[in-house]
């Protein structure tokens, strides 16, 4: 077979993939709360020959010859995750997130079975229940909702909620909630109305695996997460569970949901979880919390209002109810100067979905970046005088320099050209 590199074989795509090196590395503050940047390692882990192969079944139990090296990965990936996590046994064939929340409901409930989530504009995924999901088609789903006073889950709402709909299983989990996520008091809950209780851990896997949120088991009997996002490593999803349910988890997964794995991601799932496993990792984490707490700081310096007030995690939703702007304009204000967010609907919000009166910020790519408290804090308050003066031709100059400068300080792959 002939082989010829990329950037020979298909200058096109190699200049995209160029292209994208650049815009990441110096053309945007990346804020979207559920982005970053992993390691070198794990791209190389991506981009190699286990791709090549079908390894449809689980280690030690394949359905094609020749797969040695995958279940040595493979059996990695499913150690190192249960170090992070917790949890008796984990499945790390999920494409997705969304992949992993259609098995671990397949594992343990049945069509029509009940289920109560979060209301979709109050920080659930599509995969807790809308109408355009598989998750609405094929469950009954009930709601429980942020209450409106401290605009956090209390648990005499969703204890409410739960009498009322009954569920089998109790979801938890969100994309926008800035608190921490309540695991025991989500138990209590679920074990008064004798319902399982699963958690979808996406946003905040980075903060448990470095120690600085608590962890979902034992309280949880089935978790989720992508692989993605806080944790920073490669794209895809994963499910922990507690042993009872392993074996219902691992046929929800393959052959129910899915065919063959997809092995180079799984090879380079485990290598971001070994970068978890580091001290640097805790670090990490704690920068992360350090620095959202800075950015909320210097959001709120210059008058904006958070929703619950603050922050325990990743991000913070910034509620624009009292400003001239929507969610919507303020992302495109804020991505002419350079800082990608966006809009996001706050709990009770009187604007649509395509509008809202919110914006989502979270801190894990630029804690990536090397970034601290003093650039998030100088952060926040260039973002709501930004909001707040939506007018000002000659702030947006003066802000685009400044994101430049942040930007060439903290460099990201550093002069990286794509090569394999
Ligand atoms: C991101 C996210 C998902 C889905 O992940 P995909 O990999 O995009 O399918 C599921 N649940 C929550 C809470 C998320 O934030």
């Not at 949120?213 to 569970?241: N, Q, W, Y």
């Amino acid at each position: 077979m002939e082989h010829r590199d990329l950037e020979d074989a298909d200058p096109e795509v190699y200049q995209a993939l160029n292209d994208e090196i650049e815009r990441q590395e110096s053309e945007s503050l990346e804020m979207i709360a559920s982005e970053n940047f992993v390691p070198r390692q794990v791209l190389q882990a991506q981009g190699s020959v286990m791709t090549n192969k079908y390894a449809e079944g689980y280690p030690g139990n394949r359905y094609y010859a020749g797969c040695k090296h995958h279940d040595k990965v493979e059996n990695l990936a499913k150690e190192r995750a249960l170090d992070l996590f917790g949890g008796d046994h984990a499945n790390v064939q999920p494409h997705s997130g969304s992949q992993a929340n259609f098995a671990a409901y397949a594992a343990v409930l049945d069509p029509g079975d009940k289920i109560l989530g979060p209301v979709l504009a109050h920080g659930g995924h599509l995969t807790h229940g809308h109408g355009v999901n598989f998750s609405g088609e094929l469950y009954d789903f009930g709601t429980y909702a942020i209450n409106k006073e401290t605009e956090r889950f209390e648990k005499e709402d969703i204890l409410e909620a739960a009498r009322e709909h009954d569920p089998d299983l109790i979801v938890m989990g969100y994309s926008a909630y800035p608190r921490e996520f309540e695991f025991e008091m989500f138990r209590e809950v679920a074990d008064e109305v004798d319902a399982l209780l699963m958690a979808d851990i996406a946003h905040i896997s980075g903060l448990v695996a470095g120690g600085k949120h608590p962890e979902p088991f034992p309280h949880c009997d089935i978790v989720t997460t992508t692989t993605h996002k806080s944790i920073r490593g490669a794209r895809g999803g994963m499910i922990l569970c507690k042993e009872k349910y392993a074996e219902d988890v691992d046929k929800a997964v393959f052959p129910y949901t899915q065919g063959g794995p997809l092995m180079h991601q799984i090879a380079a799932k485990a290598v971001s979880f070994k970068e978890a496993q580091r001290d640097s990792f805790e670090e990490y984490a704690e920068q992360i919390i350090k620095n959202t707490e800075a950015l909320a700081e210097g959001l709120r310096n210059e008058g904006l209002k958070l929703v619950s007030g603050g922050t325990d995690n990743h991000l913070v939703l910034v509620d624009l109810r009292n400003e001239e702007v929507t969610g919507k304009q303020a992302e495109s204000l804020l991505e002419e100067i350079g800082v990608v967010c966006n809009k996001n609907m706050v709990p009770y919000d009187p604007e649509s979905p395509f509008v809202t009166s919110g914006i989502r910020l979270g801190t894990p790519a630029l804690t990536t970046r090397g970034m601290k408290e003093k650039e998030l804090e100088q952060i926040g308050e260039m973002i709501a005088r930004r909001v707040k003066n939506p007018e000002d031709g000659k702030m947006e100059e003066k802000m685009k320099e400044k994101v430049s400068e942040i930007l060439e300080e903290f460099p990201l792959y550093e002069n990286s050209k794509v090569k394999y």
